[in-house]
T-cell receptor, first 113, second 115 residues
Framework: DGGITQSPKYLFRKEGQNVTLSCEQN?????MYWYRQDPGQGLRLIYY???????QKGDIAEGYSVSREKKESFPLTVTSAQKNPTAFYLC????????????FGPGTRLTVT | AQKVTQAQTEISVVEKEDVTLDCVYE???????LFWYKQPPSGELVFLIR??????QNEISGRYSWNFQKSTSSFNFTITASQVVDSAVYFC????????????FGAGTRLFVKA
């Protein structure tokens, strides 16, 4: 089956710890995205990548880091510098970054206490 | 600046009613793309439709229809004869040249369809 996988579905961490969220796609898409969703709000862009070994900051990149070493993988690290990391994180991919719709993974709900 | 406004936070209807979800957008570009996504309780967003700024034709897909009006900067979504399975959060989104084709999402409208 073609699609996007995110693991785990639920993640719990203690404050002060870094945590890495996984995102893998087998759609052969060039572009990948990370969004954060908070209750009652829309999606906010954290980072995006148009091509392997290249990525750009989105609107709320502070406290997050990413890598794009392989076309199919775009992991997101939530660092201890992120002041309010508890949220629902969604990964998406698209054939390109211009006119295309995005395909989303099932999301990871991160809780930091 | 880009902006997408979904003024309806929550809508509740009874099954078989028609329901319209409103979306108003702002952009200074003449070339832009509008999208609707559905987020069921499972959490994964599902793409429903994409419309470019040069195509104002309304679209119908089964029980779903979309009304794009550039004169009012609106891209409204209507579900005819709603069903319980339509219960979800629906997001309207905008992508334009000035924004580097990054997609801006509205806050979403939560639709409850009661049996």
């Amino acid at each position: 089956d073609g699609g996007i996988t995110q693991s785990p579905k639920y993640l719990f961490r203690k404050e002060g710890q870094n945590v890495t969220l996984s995102c893998e796609q087998n759609l052969n898409h060039d572009a990948m995205y990370w969004y954060r969703q908070d209750p009652g709000q829309g999606l906010r862009l954290i980072y995006y990548s148009q091509i392997v070994n290249d990525f750009q900051k989105g609107d709320i990149a502070e406290g997050y880091s990413v890598s794009r070493e392989k076309k199919e993988s775009f992991p997101l690290t939530v660092t201890s510098a992120q002041k309010n990391p508890t949220a629902f994180y969604l990964c998406a991919s698209a054939p390109g970054t211009e006119i295309y719709e995005q395909y989303f993974g099932p999301g990871t709900r991160l809780t930091v206490t | 600046a880009q902006k997408v406004t979904q003024a309806q936070t929550e809508i509740s209807v009874v099954e078989k009613e028609d329901v319209t979800l409103d979306c108003v957008y702002e952009t200074r570009d003449t070339t832009y793309y509008l999208f609707w996504y559905k987020q069921p309780p499972s959490g994964e967003l599902v793409f429903l439709i994409r419309r470019n700024s040069f195509d104002e034709q309304n679209e119908i897909s089964g029980r779903y229809s979309w009304n794009f009006q550039k004169s009012t900067s609106s891209f409204n979504f209507t579900i005819t004869a709603s069903q319980v399975v339509d219960s979800a959060v629906y997001f309207c989104a905008l992508s334009d040249v000035t924004g580097g084709f990054k997609t801006i999402f509205g806050a979403g409208t939560r639709l409850f369809v009661k049996a």
